[in-house]
């Protein structure tokens, strides 16, 4: 036990030496207020500055001080840190996922006698966003939405001659003969990878989302009709790479998080499903020329027999440790990040809030600064579906998804010996 003890103690220090202080509060210049700490991810640390600094101005109590580590690593240090015990008081969430997570190993508190006292109804307020993810209670409130689209190359287009739809979604089977015909005039041109290994261009790059039709589908791991939706997105993914048009799989699992800077900012793909946190990185990189081209957004394309607009959308989360020291002022600070003050701080950096509004949308729409309406379409889509349905086990189930997954993809396993390793994973944590 002692030794144990250690290794969680060990665990935990290493945890936080792995997190990256922000700029320093002085304790001074806050007088007597708490100090509330925030752990988050460095991708977000830009755009959440603002949003501390205008809290930590209009607060009488309480102030900010945020710690970030690299976004690969935030699930293990999180976990690491609060095995320890180490006192956090609001803790960013990066998805549905990991808040399933979170909750089943009871490591949040249940906000609901805050939010009481305050009068705030998140459910009325997030709907499905916040419901679908808040299991016995409120745990988590979500913040900051990404919702997954199509992200497009207009210039590579244009100079292959083939034109897209925006203003509807394409079916998958339909997308899968475009980037055929880009992949054509591609070889025409001598612009194919196979042409050009060094620099020649794939029609399209699949992004990270591993669960797309099966979510637009709106199926979920334990419904039963589940391995005929895996079936169905598997198969597609398999088609994309086979057929020469995308990526292979095994080569996008060696670049990780960096595909996206490797083909689609140099302009090496003509397709790039990603989602809306990207918009304001590409605005930039396209204003520094380091995106040597114009990008235009489209919709996602969505199985057969679904409906038009079906794009899918990840909620992050807000919420406070079992840890932490200062519960009720850490719930204050959520309260105003994920309403309409915090939400338009957020929206005027090109990130699209949870909390919306006229006035937060007016902001979210400038910033973006695109030519047309297409995005502001998608984001608003009736018919968009969140991207994880949600149970206790979830994330344990969706690892062991994503590994028979990876098996079919690289061509470790057949499709039915990778449906059959994931079905008897997912029952063996079930307990069935």
């Known amino acids: 036990m ?25 304790a001074e210049d806050n007088g007597d207020k708490v100090k509330l700490t925030f752990y988050g991810w460095s991708d977000e640390q830009d755009y959440l500055q603002p949003l501390f ?6 607060s009488e109590t309480s102030y900010i001080e945020p710690q970030y580590c690299a976004v690969g690593e935030y699930e293990e240090v999180v976990t690491s840190a609060l095995s320890a015990g180490t006192p956090i008081d609001v803790l960013a969430i990066n998805g549905l996922s990991p808040m399933s997570d979170y909750q089943s190993k009871d490591i949040l508190v249940d906000m609901t006698e805050y939010a009481d006292a305050a009068g705030f109804d998140p459910a009325a307020t997030y709907q499905d966003t916040y419901s679908g993810a808040n299991q016995d209670g409120m ?17 590579l287009l244009s100079e292959l001659g083939v034109d897209v739809q925006t203003d509807k979604s394409y079916t998958w089977d339909e997308f899968t003969a475009k980037c055929e015909e880009v992949e054509d005039k591609l070889k025409e041109k001598g612009m194919d990878i196979e042409s050009d290994p060094n620099n020649g261009c794939y029609a399209g790059l699949v992004g990270m989302e591993k669960n797309v ?36 799989y095994a080569e996008k699992l060696e670049y990780g998080t960096n595909v996206g800077s490797v083909y689609w900012v140099p302009g090496r793909v003509a397709f790039f499903q990603n989602a809306t946190w990207g918009i304001a990185n590409y605005n930039e990189k396209v204003a520094s020329g380091e995106m040597p081209f114009q990008y235009g957004v489209m919709p996602m394309p969505v199985p ?28 204050k600070f959520i309260q105003f990040a994920c309403t309409h003050d915090g939400a338009k701080i957020l929206a005027e950096q090109s990130v699209l809030p949870a909390y919306s509004d006229d006035e937060v949308t007016a902001a979210y729409t400038e910033a973006t600064d695109q030519t047309d309406d297409v995005l502001q379409k998608i984001i608003s889509s009736p018919n968009n579906k969140l991207t994880d349905l949600c149970f206790p086990e979830y994330a344990e189930v969706q690892a062991a998804y994503e590994e028979a997954m990876e098996s079919y993809l690289v061509g470790n396993m057949s499709l039915d010996e990778a449906i059959a390793d994931f079905d008897g994973k997912k029952a063996n944590i079930l307990g069935e």
Do not use: C
């Open 304 to 331: 057969e027999g679904v409906e038009d607009g079906t794009n899918l959308s990840n909620p992050n989360f807000l919420g406070i440790p079992t840890t932490s020291e200062h519960p009720e002022e850490a719930y």
């Open 53 to 58: 600094d205008a809290f930590n101005e209009q």
């Open 213 to 248: 039709t099966i979510a637009q589908r709106g199926v979920s791991f334990l419904d039963d009709n589940a391995d005929d939706a895996i079936k169905e997105f598997w198969g597609i993914w398999n088609t994309l790479q086979e057929d020469g048009t995308h990526l292979p």
């Open 2 to 26: 002692k030794k144990k003890m250690i290794s969680v103690l060990m665990a935990g220090a290493m945890a936080v030496s792995m997190l990256a202080p922000a700029a320093v509060v002085s």
């Open 139 to 155: 745990y988590g409130i979500p913040y900051r939405m990404a919702v997954w689209l199509m992200f497009y190359n207009k210039d």
